[in-house]
Structure formats: structure tokens, C-alpha cells
């Protein structure tokens, strides 16, 4: 199974960027899918999560700028990110809840970090 991530990049502040992540391979079922984001000399912290039924989280400092959404088909996740601050820049990661096709156990995957900076 892989995660591949996308869409990070230099944003001014107030700017917008739309990060995706695909995860391909021997899928059988995917539970959550969600990203991370780890800032300089911090610790990686949760930003936003999708459940398989729809229902999202969200870190209190990205609630009413921060939108996930999620590819079923495609099995593809999105973070859509409004208004963007220069505290959220960071190295953003993907993560996958996943069962492997022939399996019953699932476990999760982490895409490669996809850098986000905003500065002006």
C-alpha cells in the first residue's frame, strides 16, 4: 500500500491551497483517513480526520478554515485550507486506517510529508 500526497507549496498569509493524498495497492477497506502536520521543532499534531461514515474533526486552531473531504471511489482524501497563517506552516502528512484485501486486521499508513510555508 502507498500514500501518495500532494499540493503542498509557499502561500502568503490569508492564501489558499488544496493538498491531496491517494492511497493505492491491495485495499481492501479504508476506515479513517486524515492529516497530520508537524511544525518546526514541534511535535506532529492531528489536523483534520474523515471516518468512513463522513464525519470529520478538526484541531481547534484550523476550525472554519480547514476542509477534509474524501474520494470513496478513488480512495483519495483532500484538505482544503482557507486563510492560511503563518502558524500553519509545517510538513503536512497523510495517514490511512487500512485492511489489506484478504485480511481482517486493518493498521495504519503514512503518506510521504507534503511542505506547507506561508510567508509573505
Known amino acids: 500500500v502507498q500514500l501518495q500526497a500532494s499540493g503542498g507549496g509557499l502561500v502568503q498569509p490569508g492564501g489558499s491551497l488544496r493538498l491531496s493524498c491517494a492511497a493505492s495497492?491491495?485495499?481492501?477497506?479504508?476506515?479513517?483517513m486524515g492529516w497530520y502536520r508537524q511544525a518546526p521543532g514541534k511535535q506532529r499534531e492531528l489536523v483534520a480526520v474523515i471516518i468512513s461514515g463522513g464525519n470529520t474533526n478538526y484541531a481547534d486552531s484550523v476550525k472554519g478554515r480547514f476542509a477534509i473531504s474524501r474520494d470513496y471511489a478513488k480512495n483519495t482524501v483532500f484538505l482544503q485550507m482557507n486563510n492560511l497563517k503563518p502558524e500553519d506552516t509545517g510538513v503536512y502528512s497523510c495517514?490511512?486506517?487500512?485492511?489489506?484485501?484478504?485480511?481482517?486486521?486493518?493498521?495504519?499508513?503514512w503518506g510521504q510529508g507534503t511542505l506547507v510555508t506561508v510567508s509573505s
Open positions: 495497492g491491495s485495499i481492501g477497506a479504508i476506515n479513517n
Open positions: 495517514n490511512a486506517e487500512i485492511r489489506l484485501l484478504g485480511t481482517v486486521s486493518r493498521r495504519g499508513y
